[in-house]
C-alpha cells in the first residue's frame, strides 16, 4: 500500500471513530432532550472537536438527527431484539422479547428511558424525513412483535382466535406505560406492573398458560 492510500485509510478510519463518538453522545442527549436539541456546534463544543469537522461528517442538523436515529436503532436491536433472535418460536420467545424491552428501559441504555418512546412524543404532530424516520422505527417494531405473536400461533402455543396486531399493541402499551411512569415519577413499580401485566395478559391467550414464564 502506498503511503497516499495508507493516508486516505488513516483519515477514514479517524472520521469513523469521530461518527461513532459523536452518534453515542448524540443518543443519549436526543432521549432525554430530543433531537431538536441537537446541533453540529453544541456536540462540537461538548466532545471538543471541531465545529467544521462535525459539519463534514453530517452535513445538516437534518442528517445528524437522522443519522442518531439511525444509530439509536443499531443500539435497540443489539440490546432487545438480538437475545431473542434464536429462540425458538413460541409464546416463550414472546415472553423474552418483552423481559429484554423492560430490562432495556429499566437499565437505562439511554439515559433518558427508551429513545424511540421519546422521539415518537417529540416528533408525533410534525412531518417531515425526521418524522417518517421515527414512523418507520416503530412499524419495524410493532411489525416484530406482532410477527412473533403470529409465529406462536402457528406453533399452536397462543389460541388461534387472538388478533396478532392487538395482542402486540396491548404488550408495547404496557411497555411504554412502565417507561413513561418510570421516568416521571423515578420508581422502579411500573416495570414491576408491567411485567405482570404481560404475563397475565400472555397467559390469558396462550394454549397452555404454563408455557408462559415469570419475566424479571
Not at 30 to 42: D, F, H, P, W
Not at 201 to 215: E, F, G, M, S
Amino acid at each position: 500500500m502506498t503511503a497516499a492510500a495508507k493516508g486516505v485509510d488513516g483519515r477514514v478510519e479517524r472520521g469513523n471513530r469521530t461518527r461513532r463518538l459523536v452518534l453515542r453522545h448524540t443518543v443519549d442527549i436526543a432521549s432525554v432532550e430530543g433531537l431538536e436539541a441537537l446541533s453540529v456546534g453544541r456536540i462540537a463544543t461538548e466532545l471538543g472537536l471541531s465545529k467544521s469537522g462535525v459539519f463534514a461528517l453530517f452535513g445538516s442538523k437534518e442528517e445528524l438527527q437522522l443519522a442518531t436515529i439511525r444509530a439509536a436503532g443499531r443500539i435497540y436491536s443489539d440490546e432487545v431484539l438480538a437475545p431473542v433472535a434464536d429462540l425458538p418460536a413460541g409464546v416463550g420467545k414472546v415472553a423474552r422479547l418483552c423481559a429484554e424491552w423492560l430490562r432495556y428501559s429499566q437499565g437505562r441504555v439511554f439515559p433518558g428511558g427508551c429513545f424511540f418512546y421519546a422521539v415518537m412524543a417529540e416528533f408525533d404532530a410534525r412531518q417531515g424525513p425526521v418524522h417518517d424516520a421515527v414512523v418507520r422505527s416503530l412499524d419495524h417494531w410493532m411489525a416484530y412483535v406482532e410477527q412473533l405473536v403470529a409465529e406462536a400461533q402457528t406453533a399452536g402455543e397462543i389460541d388461534p382466535g387472538i388478533d396478532p396486531a392487538q395482542l402486540a399493541f396491548e404488550l408495547v402499551a404496557l411497555q411504554e406505560a412502565a417507561n413513561a411512569h418510570s421516568l416521571l415519577t423515578g420508581a422502579s413499580t411500573p416495570y414491576d406492573r408491567a411485567r405482570t401485566g404481560i404475563v397475565s395478559r400472555l397467559r390469558a391467550a396462550a394454549t397452555n398458560a404454563d408455557r408462559v414464564p415469570q419475566i424479571s
